[in-house]
């Protein structure tokens, strides 16, 4: 074994540099690819269980304690309401998780679909964020400091699926609420989240995320004719921990089927990765050439100057 | 800690009364009525008119799938068990856990990686997919309280108290859709 010289180390590290400037130029800038934690937790949502019973929904309002809903739980007319244009029930302050209703063409069956946090593998709250209130834990959560937060609803613009919730009523204090995967109270005890230890149907498996994916594929697998062939969140936006089987095409349910493959990250991070770059070469780089530019001009000013005595002369 | 307790001796009870009815089933004596009290914290328990059910379906594997002397039906299930016996289990809380999202279910799940039935739902979910699953396909009751009534705890869950349609809340505001 010979020892590296410092010759050859050199010599290498300059071949690397070249090589890395022609070809791994791309590469250098492009986001790294983050699958998520490898042990990180998840809930496969199968949307052919579902039965809109809203015991999820109940459940989660009495583990964070959030304020009483306008409707009692067991009324299930609530699954059908929409705001005016037509959408429908949202997560809002007192509501970490709704279930909607959709009828579906052609099905005499209706289809419910629970919406929550997704904790996405990359969250785009997460980058959003200024004051670093969210942190995306080992355990899968995306978790938000409200100590932290300002206010700036960043987030609530930056997610995909809408999730992050404004405390609207509060007129001093408002604060960004969402679901946390109950992080605190039952996630790092090893325990399931409210909703998924309520579902009476399991409509909901809680895992880890990769056993989750094998489920999902197994299940479709097993029974092809039941299931669209997508596990919803395996790779939106560079996956999410909340993943989604269904029996009808996600776009009927009120699933966004045109969001990126890509993490939403990736679209700026090679924009914001050359921000230091420009702002440590351009002012120099450009007081370089305003310098050149000015020296330009006084030789032309003397040289004019020169020519005005030599034609007195 | 309590409520761990509380959790122990519900599955105790659950344990005890199956291997009774274990006991029933192979004695051909089965029972009329099954009381059946999974969800007691927040639901009476149900009194399971088991004769009236055996009266209306075909065979036992209807609900008892590979148990109680009737062999495997569904065709899935027959491409492995076409020949397996019948297996002696009769409760579905012998093969289907109480608690299987709880962090020794979930290990103990994933450690097995080279088992087949990796996908096989808990306590709760069997009995209520199986239940709602013919519900639903013959017509039958299918409203949560058509099967089990809701205790005081329950009513409070459920937020039961507060009047229907959009009744006022004085607490908390908000709560509207955006």
Known sequence: MGKISRRKFLAAGVAGAVAGSIGGARSAWAAPKLQGYPDGMGVLVDLTRCIGCRTCEAACNAEHNLPAPQEPFDDLSVLEKESHNGAKRRTDESAYTVVNRYEIPGSDTPVFRKMQCNHCNEPSCLTSCFVNAYTKTGEGAVIYDPEVCVGCRMCMVACPFYVPAYSYSSALNPLIVKCNFCYDNRLVHGQPPACVEACPQEAMVFGHREQLLAIGRER???????YVDHIYGEKEVGGTAWMYLSGVPFEQVGFDTTLQK????SNVKGFLGMVPMVLAIWPALFTGFHMLAKKRERNAAADCQDDKKGESR | ???????????????AFFSLWAVHCTAADLPDTVEIDGLAKYYYAVDFDHSMHIDIVESCAACHHHTAGTPAVDEKCTMCHDRTEASSPVACQRCHAPDP???EQVYSRERESRRYHVD??????????????CHISEGAPIGCQDCHERNQLGDSLFKASLETPNAKVAAGGGGGTH
């Open chain 2, 120 to 133: 096989k739902p808990g306590l709760k979910g069997a009995y209520h997919r199986s239940c709602l699953g």
């Open chain 1, 220 to 226: 479709i697998r097993y029974q092809p004719d039941k």
């Open chain 2, 101 to 103: 999202f709880s962090a």
């Open chain 1, 262 to 265: 890509e993490p939403i990250i």
């Open chain 2, 1 to 15: 800690m309590q409520a761990r307790l509380k959790r122990r001796t519900e599955i105790l009870a659950f344990l």
